[in-house]
């Protein structure tokens, strides 16, 4: 249930990850993800501008040369005046201003004669300069003449004049254009004169990104009013400066604002996307919602330019001129009308008008298609769900490929819309999304993992060796049915007189097992602690090996000393033992234990079914061992030794042969050894003279002479009176070998009959 469990929570919570992604994209909230997007769209137009083609647009640029030779701005209107009609004279379609000329000219007769003193040496010539035309009268005079579309700026300010409108506009469509386009509170307009006198009137307002960045240019803008049952009804939409230009330069008076609803026009996945075009004369131009149109930049182009100095002394090529929408705006830094764009750190702000006003006469338009929304939601619903159930079937490798493929794929097809189609299509979010959900997904069946492994490692390090947990926990895939053939080394370890001290507690079941508990803990210990694995307990019998499921090098000699470690345990429990029923005044029960182990090629992996398996062994040396064991008690030693053992740790312990012996249910006999002491007691010069005399007694006794071999067991009890069973077991074998000789040809093999 708790795999389950954990399962779903491995599947929710990417949907849930996909879900909000989803809703994310759905409310396009804009701040983080939009400024990605717009990112990605700069990159698109570094990588692949649109390339210049020469239409009738040009800019008279007020530069620094120009100020250099005609003085800081502002010019004296007649100054200008003068620009303007050089234009006109040279076929100028239409003259735009990119700057508003909202104070009367201060180089004006009427404005500089109240700064001169009352005297009477001026009073003549004020009336004589007061005759004089006034310079913004005059500037008015020129601009009436030639087809001039003068510039203002909304601003947030509290409402002031308010600008004079020269076209009209119409809109197609349920939806309240004003709903969607920038609105602003104020403005900054020229001179009445001056916008009584033009024939167009437009906002050079950029709206510029949160970073900064001129992306897109307002075609519409409106001055907000409160009075009227509309905030800003269609008489308070005014045109942006290249719109203006175009209309004028058609001789246009509408212009129609068709909304999304015109036509029955939607987009998909949303009934309701503003503003979808603005048709200005004989040209329809595709808008985002709020009615901007993105702007597909060039490089800098130098022939887009004419200096105003050339302009006004004649030093101009006339067909850079005729037929041109012209529009005056300044490249000077000192005048700061630079913007950031795409492209450019540092853009004369006219440049964007001019831009847009040459994708109008092109047909050439970025776009991002009312569809977009839709079909990024669908991709991403799409992409996200199959990456949510595939993270459980084919896991995190294979989903890495696949997230790489679904994000490649959205950035692929964003780009091969913008470079084939000139559609701005968003492959941040798409990407985004696929990455949270493979990241999310990854990270929760990583945390499962982790998870199984903790209780892997709780559960099993209770009967495996840390190794062997810790390769199961990495690699589960061991946890399968088969094996491998190894050389490795068994310990066999069982309670003697185990039912006599079982006895004691048959009222008491649960005192008997605290006993076992106290019993098999430390033994294990010892075990595990020398890179040794349990593999089974078997009521009081303890089953150990080395050498698997990761290579214990020297394993013969890792199993002697958990071997001899085990006693020095018991030994201190039997301490605490006695110590304890004397307390409780009660008979006290040493154990004692005996200990086989044996060494040889077998089958370890996982033994069982398809249902239930255990790490374990197969072979003979497995079941040689547990005979070994068994054959303790017999020998009167603590631990007996296989032969493959003995050769493994003869240099570095103490042992001696014991016999060559036929274990019960073998025909094969096997020379057995009993392991006495480490090497220190091996080097001992006790060790060292038992070892000689026990040599030669069974030499002596296998030799059939059993009156010199029992002269050396008498020795041997002097000896080691400790190994007395080993003593008492030979001296019944000579009392019976006198009896019953065995014969010639005896090799000395003796044949159990008990295990």
């Known amino acids: 249930m708790l ?35 717009l990112k990605v769209f700069d990159y698109y137009q570094r990588f692949e501008p649109r390339t210049y083609e020469p239409v009738p647009v040009r800019i008279v640029d007020l530069d620094d040369e120009s100020l250099a030779q005609f003085g800081q701005w502002p010019w004296p209107r007649t100054l200008v005046a003068d620009l303007v009609a050089n234009l006109a004279n040279a076929g100028a379609a239409v003259v735009a201003f990119d700057i508003v000329f909202s104070e009367p000219d201060r180089t004006s007769p009427k404005q500089v004669i109240p700064l001169w003193p009352a005297t009477p040496e001026l009073e003549e010539i004020k009336k004589a300069v007061g005759a004089l035309p006034d310079h913004d009268a005059a500037f008015a005079d020129v601009i009436k003449q030639a087809n001039v579309v003068t510039g203002f700026v909304l601003t947030g300010d509290p409402p002031s004049r308010t600008p004079r409108r020269k076209g009209t506009f119409a809109k197609s469509g349920n939806d309240n254009p004003a709903d969607f386009v920038p609105v602003f509170t104020g403005s900054v307009a020229d001179l009445a004169i001056l916008e009584e006198a033009a024939a167009g009137n437009g906002s050079f307002n950029l709206v510029a990104e ?3 960045v001129v992306r897109r240019v307002p075609m519409v803008m409106c001055l907000f009013k409160s009075e009227g049952p509309e905030p800003c009804p269609v008489d308070r939409l005014y045109p942006s400066l290249a719109a203006e230009a175009l209309r004028v330069a058609q001789g246009a008076r509408t212009s129609i604002i068709r909304t999304s609803t015109a036509s029955g026009e939607t987009s998909l996945g949303s009934g309701h996307a503003g503003i979808n075009t603005v048709k200005i004369g004989n040209f329809e131009v595709p808008t985002d919602e709020k009615g901007q149109v993105w702007v597909h930049y060039t490089r800098e182009v130098p022939e887009r330019y004419v200096p105003a100095w050339k302009v006004l002394k004649g030093e101009f090529d006339q067909e850079m001129i005729e037929g041109n929408i012209v529009y005056i705006g300044t490249s000077a830094s000192g005048l700061k009308d630079l913007r950031v764009s795409p492209l450019n750190p540092a853009m004369a702000g006219v440049e964007a008008h001019v831009q847009v006003t040459e994708q109008v006469l092109l047909k050439h338009f970025l776009d991002r298609p009312d569809w977009a929304d839709g079909a990024e939601i669908i991709y991403m619903a799409i992409v996200g769900i199959a990456l949510v159930f595939l993270l459980r079937i084919v896991g995190a490798a294979w989903c890495a490929v696949i997230a790489i493929v679904a994000i490649g794929g959205a950035l692929g097809a964003s780009w091969f819309a913008y470079a084939n189609f000139r559609y701005l299509t968003d492959a941040v979010t798409p990407a985004m999304t696929v990455l949270a959900i493979y990241l999310s997904g990854s990270l929760v069946n ?40 190894r050389n490795m080394t068994f310990l066999f370890c069982d309670v003697r007189g185990f039912t006599t001290i079982s006895e004691q507690f048959k009222t008491n079941p649960q005192g008997l097992t605290r006993l076992m508990n106290r019993f098999l803990t430390p033994l294990t210990n010892v075990i595990m602690a020398r890179q040794g694995t349990i593999d089974k307990y078997m009521g009081d019998c303890i089953m150990a090996f080395w050498n698997a499921p990761l290579d214990v090098p020297a394993h013969p000699k890792h199993a002697c000393e958990s071997a001899l470690e085990m006693f020095r345990e018991i030994d201190k429990l039997n301490v605490n033992l006695k110590a304890e029923a004397e307390a409780e ?76 012996i036929a274990v019960k249910g073998k025909k094969e006999a096997v020379r057995i050894h009993a392991l006495l002491g480490d090497k220190a007691f091996k080097e001992s010069a006790e060790f060292q003279a038992y070892a000689t005399k026990h040599h030669e007694m069974l030499a002596l006794y296998r030799a059939q002479k059993w009156d010199d071999a029992e002269a050396l067991l008498k020795e041997l009890r002097v000896m080691r009176p400790d190994l007395y069973g080993n003593h008492d077991l030979y001296e019944e074998r000579i009392a019976e070998y006198r009896i019953n000789p065995p014969g010639e040809g005896w090799t000395g093999v003796y044949v159990a009959t008990s295990k």
């Open 3 to 37: 795999k389950r469990l954990s399962g779903y929570f491995g599947t929710i919570v990417p949907l849930l990850i996909l879900g909000a992604m989803l809703f994310l994209r759905m409310q396009d909230p804009g701040q983080v993800l939009e400024d990605l997007r």
């Open 210 to 212: 949160r970073d900064q």
């Open 446 to 485: 990583f945390l499962q993992t982790e998870a199984e492994k903790k209780f892997v490692r709780g559960a099993m390090g209770q009967y495996l060796s840390p190794a062997l947990v810790d390769q199961i926990a990495e690699n589960p895939s061991l946890l399968k049915l088969g094996g491998e053939t």
């Open 585 to 660: 005044n009660r008979p006290f029960f040493a154990i004692n234990i005996g200990i086989g182990l044996n060494s040889g090629d077998v089958v370890v992996g996982n033994m069982g079914s398809d249902q239930r398996f255990d790490y374990s062994v197969l072979g003979d040396a497995v079941n040689l061992a547990s005979r070994l064991e068994g054959q303790s008690k017999t020998y009167g030693v603590n631990v007996v030794i296989g032969d493959s053992t003995y050769e493994g740790a003869k240099d570095d312990y103490a042992t001696i042969e014991m016999d060559l």
